[in-house]
Nanobody
Framework: QVHLVESGGGLVQAGGSLRLSCVAS????????MAWYRQAPGKQRELVAS???????LYADSVKGRFTISRDNTKNTLDLQMNSLKPEDTAVYYC?????????????WGQGTQVTVSS
């Protein structure tokens, strides 16, 4: 069974920083796209940033210049460095990955980690 576990969330004041981490474990042959999503209260889940296996990256306009996504293909980990945090960044952040287990290729989700930014 494949599991994704996020960590690093918490409470921080506006202008502060947090670093989120995600670890994928289980029967993994390879991982294609990895991404961070977030869902704020009363809003749809949105893509924050994504990265392919070649480490190319894509960011939502709202976080460009403030967030940095990175991955370690040897450790199956995904990080999100969040700087200059704003109250509007408050949300549950989810790790997502397209994983080949040898038997299937599908999308997996972590349980989410809460990020709260106070003004």
């Amino acid at each position: 069974q494949v599991h994704l576990v996020e960590s690093g969330g918490g409470l921080v004041q506006a202008g502060g920083s947090l670093r989120l981490s995600c670890v994928a474990s289980g029967s993994i042959v390879s991982i294609n796209v990895m991404a961070w999503y977030r869902q704020a209260p009363g809003k749809q889940r949105e893509l924050v940033a994504s990265t392919n296996a070649d480490r190319s990256t894509l960011y939502a306009d709202s976080v460009k210049g403030r967030f940095t996504i990175s991955r370690d293909n040897t450790k199956n980990t995904l990080d999100l460095q969040m700087n200059s945090l704003k109250p509007e960044d408050t949300a549950v952040y989810y790790c997502n990955a397209d994983i080949n287990t040898g038997w299937s290729l599908r999308s997996y989700w972590g349980q989410g980690t809460q990020v709260t930014v106070s003004s």
